[in-house]
């Protein structure tokens, strides 16, 4: 994938990097690759001891959200071209490409750790409705908030859009974050799931009130039952 995290997008953009690597492993259970990984902004003309720390951090955080490789832009020099977007990348970091390879020894030494936590169990999903991220400009906003209040309450979830929704049986609990826009199949998915006893939170009392195709409704009497069953906020 390619997600940047430059370091002054500070913690929200390393918290949405993270997100794509949870989605990654949610779609299907294998190595995620970062084939361009941009963790420092071209020409950066910016140096001190914070850059170091930084990559240490999102080398970690990629490795515990799924990232298996991380290509890393990019090891190049700008050869005294002073407009090459090469200027002020790794290879004009020397700590940085030392904390590189600090983070790679300590990877593999701690390979089964890191390993046990990826591959925990995770009883918790978010609904990330494509439809509503067509529809809604806000949207995203609302999924990247409640991301984090999971994360940040020691949960990996599962990210479903709705063509995987039927992964809702692993979990326990489903957040729906103001997603208006929902496929009609998901939304009986989602019912299913709370018939069965699923537990719901949804942000917004108007979400799943609308199907993919712009101003169609989906059933009112299925979306009633669901809004009834589920916490809404």
């Not at 071209?81 to 300590?106: K, M, W």
């Not at 409640?146 to 599962?158: C, I, L, S």
Request: glycine content about 6%.
């Amino acid at each position: 994938i390619l997600f940047p995290n430059w370091v002054m997008s500070g913690e929200e953009g390393e918290l949405e990097k993270s997100f794509y690597y949870d989605y990654q492993i949610s779609l299907r259970n294998a190595p995620v690759a970062n084939t361009e990984d941009h963790i420092i902004f071209d020409q950066d003309s910016t140096y001190n001891d914070f850059y170091a720390d930084f990559v240490e951090t999102d080398l970690w955080q990629g490795a515990v959200h799924g990232r298996t490789i991380s290509d890393i832009w990019t090891w190049e020099r700008a050869g005294g071209n002073t407009t090459s977007v090469f200027n002020g990348l790794f290879l004009d970091r020397p700590d940085c490409v030392a904390e590189v390879s600090h983070v790679n020894n300590d990877l593999a030494r701690y390979a089964f750790e890191v390993s046990a936590i990826k591959n925990e169990k995770r009883d918790v999903a978010i609904l990330y409705s494509i439809s509503s991220r067509i529809y809604q400009p806000e949207y995203m906003n609302s999924v990247y908030k409640t991301y984090e209040a999971v994360a940040y309450n020691g949960k990996r979830p599962h990210i479903l859009n709705e063509e995987i929704i039927g992964k809702l049986s692993e979990c326990k609990v489903l957040i729906i974050p103001r997603a208006v826009h929902c496929k009609a199949s998901a939304v009986a998915e989602i019912n299913k799931f709370v018939e069965n006893g699923g537990k719901v939170l949804i942000l917004g009392e108007d979400s799943l009130q609308l199907t993919e195709e712009t101003n169609t409704k989906n059933d009112e009497a299925v979306v009633k039952n669901i809004l009834s069953k589920a916490k809404v906020y």
